[in-house]
């Protein structure tokens, strides 16, 4: 080491903190390990002390910080006392106006992304601040910065965090979790920030071989981070619970929060801690994380890599801990960041993350994949037959919009009639703005169409030779195509209600042709109806992909 000045932990006794303060005496590190209860501190003295020189302080911040500072003079202070979602930057501050590096590892996204108001104090004293030094979003940038070089282009990112439920959780990260559940969550999509609901739009995925888990939407500091930095049009975060018990109680609990009954459901941590601790051993000790990069590889393909963390025997939680001990290794080597105060994007290799790591029941994996859009799958060679209007609306493996206009034509009959006044089909009419959002995940592509002011969405997906079905709730059609020089047609091959096959003289009718117009422009025709030869609705239109 460069330097004998210790590390400063700050929370040293908490789920992370220990860790962290593990790791920097695995690495070298003397330490000063502060922490406000000081019988935690004597036990996590008996549980590291004797792998380097550590030293236990007791003191509440920020009150005692600077007294602190001045006694020890750390070359710099790593903070881990959470929660961040409200804190103030008092501790930054005094670590600024004594010259001492800060890290924290905080996953507050408004305290992220605000530390950057410290940034001309930080350079004028010549001292380097950075927030976020934790999983979001040291280790999920320093993963991207890993993955990047096999693209020209990056169009979406998707990560999943997915702990395993045997894995401690303190009450700061109990708070944290809960003060977003049901508020607005920002979201990158299409180029442009919107909102979903916090643990809200629930679905399973695969996390390596850990098998699939419960995700839903949570709010990070890569929410509104990554995407700008990184040219992305598509960004989605998702955090999951082991036990679907907790996953989707938290899940019907954000609902009262969405709709006002509850405020904040942080207020109600003191809680569920407890009852978290008691469902604690019912989860195994293994978790995951996928960072998942979709977009155009420098050979103008489609390109898919997909990184994956594994951790077992209970080593979770040291990867939150692993980004500020290989950045607080590397700043006693005399490898200090360039001075100013900023989230944590870039500022880690990944090497020296998964350096640190290396002691630990935790391996990662990389793969590469080429998509094929859904339709490509489906027609094979035929795809390249259709006209390029139509073969590029269809030849996409990312989310998109289309834009134009339809011609609304109603049944003249009295059902389609009443579906109308039930909202169940648009109002009839011509040159009606139309807007479709293609919606494209794990090869399944959901199309929500907007004509006018109604709004309807189906799944595509399941291909096979020539066919493709399509989800509408419970029912489930199966397309069959044709394509050729003029375009693409399609008929009914079959249809399904709630998985069961339906007979063909209950089958619901329904026709399509894709053509080009004269102005080179993409256009459809399609049509719905019911048996018995009972029409519903008809759309004949245009579309124009959108450039985000």
Not at 186 to 215: C, D, F, M, N, Y
Not at 219 to 236: E, I, K, Q, S, T
Not at 275 to 284: C, K, M, Q, S
Request: proline residues 7%; aromatic residues 8%.
């Amino acid at each position: 080491m460069v330097t004998t000045r210790p590390i400063m932990v700050l929370g040293a006794s908490g789920v992370f903190g220990s860790r962290v303060c593990r790791l920097l005496l695995e690495g070298g590190a003397d330490i000063v390990a502060v922490a406000r209860d000081s019988r935690r501190l004597e036990k996590l003295s008996g549980e590291i002390g004797n792998l380097g020189l550590m030293q236990t302080v007791q003191g509440t911040l920020p009150e005692d910080l600077a007294p602190l500072l001045i006694a020890h003079r750390p070359v710099g202070v790593i903070d881990t006392a959470g929660p961040f979602q409200d804190r103030t930057y008092r501790v930054p501050r005094a670590c600024i106006d004594h010259g001492i590096t800060y890290l924290d590892l905080s996953d507050g996204r408004e305290d992220v992304a605000g530390i950057s108001a410290l940034d001309h104090a930080a350079k004028n004293a010549g001292v380097t601040v950075l927030s976020g030094v934790s999983t979001v979003c040291a280790v999920s940038s320093a993963v991207i910065e890993h993955l990047k070089p096999a693209f020209s282009a990056i169009d979406a990112i998707e990560i999943a965090i997915a702990p395993g439920n045997d894995a401690p959780r303190g009450p700061a990260v109990t708070s944290a979790v809960l003060s977003w559940v049901g508020k607005p969550v920002p979201r990158w999509s299409h180029g442009r920030l919107t909102t979903v609901t916090g643990w809200q739009e629930l679905h399973r995925r695969a996390i390596g071989s850990l098998g699939k888990r419960w995700l839903a939407a949570c709010d990070v500091p890569d929410n509104v981070l990554l995407a700008p930095r990184y040219g992305a049009r598509h960004l989605r975060l998702y955090a999951g619970m082991e036990l679907r018990l907790i996953h989707f109680s938290l899940w019907l609990l954000s609902w009262p929060v969405r709709l006002g009954l509850i405020r904040n459901l942080a207020t109600f941590a003191r809680m569920f801690q407890p009852i978290a601790n008691v469902l604690r051993p019912l989860g195994t000790d293994t978790g995951g994380i996928v960072v998942q990069v979709d977009g155009t590889a420098t050979d103008g393909r489609p390109l898919q890599r997909l990184w994956t963390l594994e951790a077992r025997k209970g080593d979770g939680p040291m990867t939150p801990a692993s980004a500020a001990a290989a950045l607080a290794l590397a700043i006693l080597r005399g490898n200090t960041p360039e001075p100013g105060a900023r989230p944590c994007l870039g500022e880690v290799r990944l090497a020296d993350v998964l350096g640190v790591l290396a002691p630990y029941a935790i391996t990662t994996t990389t793969q590469e994949t080429r998509p094929l859009p859904l339709y490509r799958r489906a027609l094979g060679d035929d795809f390249d037959r259709l006209p390029e209007p139509v073969r590029a609306m269809h030849d996409h493996v990312t989310s998109f919009k289309a834009m134009g206009e339809a011609t609304i034509t109603l049944g003249r009959n009295p059902v389609a009639w009443c579906l109308r006044l039930l909202g169940m089909l648009p109002k009839p009419g011509t040159h009606v703005e139309t807007e479709v959002t293609f919606t494209i995940r794990g090869g399944r592509e959901r199309w929500t169409r907007r004509f006018g002011s109604f709004r309807g969405s189906s799944v595509q997906g399941w291909p096979s030779a020539s066919r493709v079905w399509e989800k509408f709730g419970p029912i489930a059609g199966q397309a069959r195509f044709t394509a050729h020089e003029a375009g693409l047609d399609l008929d009914v091959a079959g249809y399904r209600f709630l998985g069961i096959p339906v007979p063909r003289f209950l089958w619901l009718r329904a026709w399509g042709h894709e053509r080009v117009d004269e102005s080179g422009r993409f256009t459809f025709d399609v049509g719905i109806g019911l048996p018995f030869g009972i029409g519903l609705v008809s759309y004949k239109g245009w579309l124009v992909a959108q450039a985000d």
